[in-house]
C-alpha cells in the first residue's frame, strides 16, 4: 500500500505563485504514474497533471504554461509548481498514485491523499 501526504496549499493572489508537494511512502516499485486532481465546489474532480516513474508528463489544457509537475524517484516525491494562478485554479489539490502494468494477470490499483486547499482570490 501507499500513502500520500500533501503539503504546500495556501492562500494567494491572482497572478502569485505556490508549488505543491507530495510525499509518497510504501511500496511504490514499478512502473507507475503521480499527479495531481483538483475539485472546487460544484465542479467535478479533474486531472491537473501526472507524471510517470519514467518523465512522461501529462497537463490539463487550463494549466498548460502556467504549472509544471516534476518528481524525484529517489526520494518518491511529486511537486507541483504553480504560476499565474488565477481564481479558478481555487480548488482541493489532491495528490493520486498508480501502477502502470503491462501484463494481462496484473491488476493495476491506486492510491490518494486527503488533499490540501489552494485558494486564490484577491
Known amino acids: 500500500q501507499v500513502q500520500l501526504v500533501e503539503s504546500g496549499g495556501g492562500s494567494v493572489k491572482p497572478g502569485g505563485s505556490l508549488t505543491l508537494s507530495c510525499a509518497a511512502s510504501?511500496?511504490?516499485?514499478?512502473?507507475?504514474?503521480m499527479g495531481w486532481y483538483r475539485q472546487a465546489p460544484g465542479k467535478q474532480r479533474e486531472l491537473v497533471a501526472d507524471?510517470?516513474?519514467?518523465?512522461?508528463?501529462n497537463y490539463a489544457d487550463s494549466v498548460k504554461g502556467r504549472f509544471t509537475i516534476s518528481r524525484d524517484n529517489a526520494r518518491n516525491t511529486v511537486s507541483l509548481q504553480m504560476s499565474n494562478l488565477k481564481p479558478e485554479d481555487t480548488a482541493v489539490y489532491y495528490c493520486?498514485?498508480?501502477?502502470?502494468?503491462?501484463?494481462?494477470?496484473?491488476?493495476?490499483?491506486?492510491?490518494w491523499g486527503k488533499g490540501t486547499l489552494v485558494t486564490v482570490s484577491s
Open positions: 510504501g511500496s511504490i516499485f514499478g512502473a507507475n504514474a
Open positions: 493520486h498514485f498508480r501502477t502502470i502494468v503491462t501484463a494481462v494477470e496484473v491488476t493495476a490499483w491506486d492510491a
Open positions: 507524471i510517470t516513474s519514467r518523465g512522461r508528463t
